[in-house]
């Protein structure tokens, strides 16, 4: 279905990927997975042709239609979510106008004209029908509300929605396409815990080829029979599920660090009898012919160690007994989101808020924070609090670089102390010399962590912190978060993520006056 042969890509200096294959074949169902910033969307902008790589080939199936939901997808203004899923099957309404045009010229139509009009639309008919045409609006319905915009209503204009249901009714829209080749980047961002199950017995049961890009570990294990691994600019094959692939990385880690070493005592000793040996007559000949194997030698590199992230939180001094009080909060903007609200949230406690996108987590954090007014009621915040707040998308339109983001905001740092804070927290040189605006989704909330862990806080508000992240930096930010001692307010669609580091779970969907 696809076949990438020898791809180089760069961004400047950057090398993102070196001499890569790949290949899809129909019916596989694979993962591309790796680090922050390694290249997984640049390679899926690539294989799409939205981005020309500086070097190397790209072959597509004659016979493939490629569907492709990235991070960054738009939808037009004034639509309604129903408008933009039947345009899904936009080649079929085109047909069904042709076939009614056939009909209004068949008024004035002579025989042999009237002939050739009855087989054509004869012909469109049976096309429409075999297309399951007549079906549309069921099938349209049947895979929204599997994806929850049932939920929200069909005839909602898009242009009122949340940035999380905008991207489900792209996806919705892509699955109805039913593309031969489905290209997936991080679909389960924005989906809710009943979502994602739905999505993935759609994709264990989905015929066609699909390349998915996640760090969603049993979201990949659940779907996915082949892994691709991107790293330091390679990429690798691998059958089975993510578990599997682990496993043999592994092993090819291990033999490729002792295939070095060896090779390291070897030149030693050569290195060592070449030295000792060649000035003696005696030995001269020996020792050239030891050089001789030397320099044939194909020198192995050392295998690259990834930076790992570390994240700690600075904390602050404790703040009052109670963090929020609210009296008959109403959250909403033109109108109310929710009931009347009168809760609490005490000093060092953890709470996680669930609930389906689109119907207030976001508000109620920015309220609670003072970022929003109220639509009705108040909020009483405690006294000596000191905030960390982490906003779920970062502005897409930051052309400093994260030296320079973070130096605006901690003017009294050092050049050394800037660097060294965002190497913490898992950001290359490379990373932290280019525009926050080019970095991945990863990389550009690892900076907005950065600028949080380096205050002094008693409060940690965080806003879908995993939505980007990749394995080994969702691992530390959850141990970091468990050895945070002040209060943390977290919303999240994975329960994997924050079951076992909170006190208590409130589901807004409890406080809701929205049907869910």
């Known amino acids: 279905m696809l076949v990438v042969e020898n791809v180089s890509h760069g961004f400047g200096a950057r090398t993102i990927l070196e001499n890569v294959s790949?290949?899809?074949?129909k019916g596989e169902h694979i993962a591309l997975v790796g680090a922050n910033g390694e290249?997984?969307?640049s390679f899926l902008n690539i294989i799409t042709k939205k981005l020309m790589p500086d070097a190397g080939n790209i072959k597509w199936s004659s016979r493939a239609t490629v569907g492709y939901l990235d991070q960054h997808s738009v939808l037009a203004k004034g639509n309604s979510i129903r408008d933009i899923l039947r345009d899904a099957f936009k080649p079929m309404f085109d047909l069904e106008q042709e076939m009614i045009g056939m009909y209004d010229k068949m008024g004035e139509a002579d025989e042999d004209q009237m002939t050739k009009l009855l087989e054509d639309t004869a012909e469109i008919q049976t096309i429409l029908e075999n297309s399951g045409f007549y079906m549309i609006d069921a099938k349209i319905q049947e895979v929204a509300n599997g994806l929850g915009l049932g939920d929200i209503g069909l005839d909602r204009d898009v242009t009122d929605l949340s940035g999380g249901q905008r991207t489900k009714v792209l996806l919705t829209k892509l699955l109805l396409e039913n593309p031969t080749i489905l290209i997936l980047d991080e679909p389960t961002n924005y989906l809710d815990e009943?979502?994602?199950?739905w999505l993935t017995r759609y994709l264990?049961?989905?015929?066609?080829s699909f390349i998915l890009v996640s760090h969603d570990i049993p979201f990949i294990n659940d779907t996915c029979n082949v892994i691709y691994h991107l790293e330091n600019g390679e990429l690798n094959r691998y059958k089975g599920n993510y578990d599997e692939f682990v496993r043999l990385n592994e092993i090819k880690k291990r033999q490729e660090e002792s295939a070095y070493e060896r090779q390291v005592e070897e030149r030693k000793?050569?290195?060592?009898?070449?030295a000792r040996n060649k000035a003696r007559v005696a030995t001269r000949g020996m020792a050239n012919s030891r050089q001789k194997i030397l320099d044939k030698m194909e020198i192995l590199e050392r295998p690259k160690e990834?930076?790992?992230?570390?994240?700690?939180?600075r904390e602050a001094r404790?703040?009052?007994?109670?963090i929020f009080k609210t009296k008959d909060l109403v959250l909403g903007y033109n109108e109310p989101l929710t009931k009347p609200l009168n809760f609490e949230l005490e000093r060092n406690k953890k709470v996680a808020l669930k609930g389906m996108n689109g119907i207030g987590k976001s508000t109620l954090l920015k309220t609670l924070l003072g970022i929003i007014k109220p639509f009705d009621g108040e909020v009483e915040l405690g006294d000596y609090l000191e905030v960390g707040y982490f906003e779920q998308e970062s502005s897409k339109d930051n052309y400093k670089t994260p030296m320079d983001d973070v130096w605006a905001e901690f003017p009294g740092l050092t050049n050394f102390e800037v660097r060294q804070a965002l190497s913490k927290c898992g950001l290359s040189n490379e990373h932290i010399t280019s525009q926050v605006r080019v970095l991945s989704g990863g990389e550009a909330a690892k900076v907005r962590l950065c600028k949080i862990m380096l205050k002094d806080i008693n409060l940690l508000v965080l806003d879908e912190p995993t939505n980007h992240l990749d394995v080994e930096a969702k691992d530390e930010l959850k141990k970091a978060i468990k050895e945070f001692k002040g209060t943390v307010v977290l919303v999240s669609h994975e329960p994997k993520f924050y079951m076992d580091i909170v006190d208590d779970v409130w589901n807004i969907e409890d406080f809701t006056t929205k049907i869910v």
């Open 22 to 25: 790949f290949r899809l074949k």
């Open 39 to 41: 290249g997984k969307s």
């Open 194 to 197: 009943e979502h994602i199950v």
């Open 204 to 208: 264990q049961e989905y015929e066609n």
């Open 269 to 274: 000793k050569l290195e060592d009898f070449v």
């Open 306 to 313: 990834k930076i790992k992230p570390t994240f700690q939180f």
């Open 318 to 322: 404790a703040a009052s007994r109670y």
